[in-house]
Structures are given as C-alpha cells and as structure tokens.
C-alpha cells in the first residue's frame, strides 16, 4: 500500500492564481481531512470527509474548496491564492469517520504564495 | 478554548541520556491523547493513543504517559534516529475537536 499520497511536493503560486492540490489513498478509509501547518501554531484543520459525498469545513477553511467524489480522492482547491496561504498543507486519513483512530499523514506540500 | 501545550520547544539530548517530552492539555471531555513523531519534509507517523488516565504505552525505547492534564513522552537510552520533531493532539468531546500542540524538536547526538 502506498497510504497517502500528496502531489505536488512544492509549489509556487502568485498571488490571485488559483491550483488544486491532490490528495489520494489506498487504504479505503472513510476519514479524509486537509490540515496546514504553520511555524510556531500546531497543524490546523481545513476541512474534512466522513465519506464520498460528505464534506464540512474545520477550523480554517476561507479560501479553500473540497469536494469528495470517491472514497479514495480527496482533492484541496484554492481559489484565488494569497501569500497567507504560504504553508505545508498535510492531507491526513482514518478508518474511522469519528476521528478517534490514528490519522495517517501524506508528505505535504509545501505552498509559497508571492 | 481546549488548548495543547508543549514543553520545552526544543531539546538536546546526548546518545543515552533519558528524558522526557512534556504535553500539557485543557480539552472537555477528553477522548484520546495521540502522539506522533515527525521528521523533516515528512508527514507526521503515528506513535501512541492513550484514552484514560493511569495509562501507558511503550513501543522501543519510548513509553508515553497520561495524567488528566498532562502526557509525558519519556524516552529511554536515545540513539540519533530518534531526532524528530515529536507531536501530541487532544481529542475533545466535540466532533473534529483535535487539537494539536506545536511540538518538540528533539535532537540526540551521538
């Protein structure tokens, strides 16, 4: 199994540009979430999926878009980028819809926005 | 507000010098206490859940704690593989309330 994989690794975006950020795993979970994390705060929740069909936003979800059409994708987009979203964004998924189980991490891209 | 806090930020140890990493935590209703272990330009892995307090896991020469406001991640005779970056997240009561701390950098020398 490949777990989570993240494309792209690094990325650099303009200000106003737009790019969708891809997030895929093979461990049929049905938990699949975005988090960024940011020097000195802890990861922080973007959004979220219980399950194909399902989303909801998390604790930081402005300027972001989600959508769940399968349970093995679970792509990011941003709409018009803006230098505070200069981050690394970690797609993470679980077994379990009640987020209680392990979250199981991608790599991350890292984003720069100028 | 539930809030993780972690002690110290940053932590240099010497190849067998024990010690112990600090997570400090104010979440209602408590359903979980993770720790994960993340090194440079990775994703975080997965290390220990603990659920009540008075619990204990091990795994190598890690052995994670849990009181009903603090875990502790006491690490045992270190060798250099274990430097990382060492996170924790409380789970609250409220759906999608994990909340993750900042971390602790851990260097061992050889």
């Known amino acids: 199994n490949a777990g989570v994989t993240q494309t792209p690794k690094f990325q650099v975006l303009k200000t106003g540009q737009s790019m969708t950020l891809q997030c895929a795993q093979d461990?049929?979970?049905?938990?699949m979430s975005w988090y960024r994390q940011d020097p000195g705060m802890g990861l922080r929740l973007i959004h979220y999926s219980v399950g194909a069909g399902i989303t909801d936003q998390g604790e930081v979800p402005n300027g972001y878009n989600v959508s769940r059409s399968t349970t093995e994708d679970f792509p990011l987009r941003l709409l018009s980028a803006a230098p505070s979203q200069t981050s690394v964004y970690f797609c993470?998924?679980?077994?379990?819809?009640?987020?209680?189980?392990?979250?199981?991490f991608g790599n991350g891209t890292r984003l720069t926005v100028t | 507000e539930d809030q993780v806090t972690q002690s110290p930020e940053a932590l240099r140890l010497q190849e067998g010098e024990s010690s112990s990493l600090n997570c400090s935590y104010t979440v209602s209703g408590l359903r979980g206490l993770f720790w994960y272990r993340q090194d440079p330009g990775k994703g975080p892995e997965f290390l220990f859940t603990l659920y009540s307090a008075g619990e204990e896991k091990e795994k190598e020469r890690l052995k994670a704690t849990l009181t009903k406001k603090e875990s502790f991640l006491h690490i045992t005779a270190p060798k250099p593989e274990d430097s990382a970056t060492y996170l924790c997240?409380?789970?609250?009561?409220?759906?999608?309330?994990?909340?993750f701390g900042t971390g602790t950098r851990l260097l061992v020398s050889p």
């Open positions: 997240a409380a789970l609250g009561g409220g759906f999608q309330k994990l909340v």
């Open positions: 993470a998924s679980s077994p379990s819809g009640s987020n209680n189980s392990p979250l199981h």
């Open positions: 461990m049929n979970h049905e938990y």
